[in-house]
């Protein structure tokens, strides 16, 4: 069956650090891959988008890579701030749908 | 601004009963879909429409129905027939006929639970 896998266990980092995420995937391939923020209580906000022939994408302190290979996507929050601390979602396009993984809590101390 | 309005907020059902969860769009998106959000999941799909008039069921179809009769407005509709409805529904649209490539907008969600 088709499976995303996001690091249950939220993730606790001091400010300024870097935070890395992961996203795994089985039993897709996807042409797209998206990550969202969500805030408690709130709908997800789209951040980012990569495309599979695409290796890295940026976005000011935002990086996301994805390798079809490896069936993963990471992503990066450099110099993280306390105002970065939210769940983060990464989402597959799959045969005209969106798969959502069940995101990471992310805990930036300051 | 353009966006996203779900409304109630905070809805509750009684037993038997059937209740209307809003979603209203300004954007002028053609796609837009249901999910549910369970504590601890992710994201599962209910139901999603391409364009008026017209819409398809997702994975967890079971015990909801939608109408899309209006470009900017896709209600969802949970019925009795669903057992187990306490969950926070989310409402998103995309630019055109959905497509990966598009970022979907999300609504801030209805919280809906059993009395």
């Known amino acids: 069956s088709q499976k995303i896998e996001q690091n249950s266990e939220a993730l606790n980092i001091q400010e300024g650090k870097t935070a890395t995420l992961t996203c795994n995937y089985t039993n897709y391939s996807p042409a797209y891959l998206q990550w969202y923020r969500q805030d408690p209580g709130r709908g997800p906000v789209f951040l980012l988008l990569i495309r599979e022939n695409e290796k890295e994408k940026r976005k000011e302190r935002l990086k996301v890579t994805f390798d079809t290979t490896l069936k993963q996507s990471l992503f990066h929050i450099t110099a993280s701030q306390p105002a970065d601390s939210a769940t983060y979602l990464c989402?597959?396009?799959?045969?005209?749908?969106?798969?959502f993984g069940s995101g990471t809590k992310l805990n930036v101390k300051p | 601004d353009g966006g996203i309005t779900q409304s109630p907020k905070y809805l509750f059902r009684k037993e038997g009963q059937n209740v209307t969860l809003s979603c209203e769009q300004n954007?002028?998106?053609?796609?837009m879909y249901w999910y549910r959000q369970d504590p601890g999941q992710g994201l599962r799909l209910i139901y999603y429409?391409?364009?008026?008039?017209?819409?398809q069921k997702g994975d967890i179809a079971e015990g909801y129905s939608v109408s899309r009769e209006k470009k900017e407005s896709f209600p969802l509709t949970v019925t009795s027939a669903q057992k187990n409805p306490t969950a926070f529904y989310l409402c998103?649209?995309?630019?055109?006929?959905?497509?990966?490539?598009?970022?979907?907008?999300f609504g801030d969600g209805t919280r809906l639970s059993i009395l």
């Open positions: 954007l002028n998106h053609d796609a």
């Open positions: 429409s391409q364009i008026v008039n017209d819409f």
């Open positions: 998103a649209s995309s630019a055109g006929n959905s497509g990966g490539h598009q970022p979907q907008h």
């Open positions: 989402a597959l396009y799959n045969f005209n749908k969106f798969y």
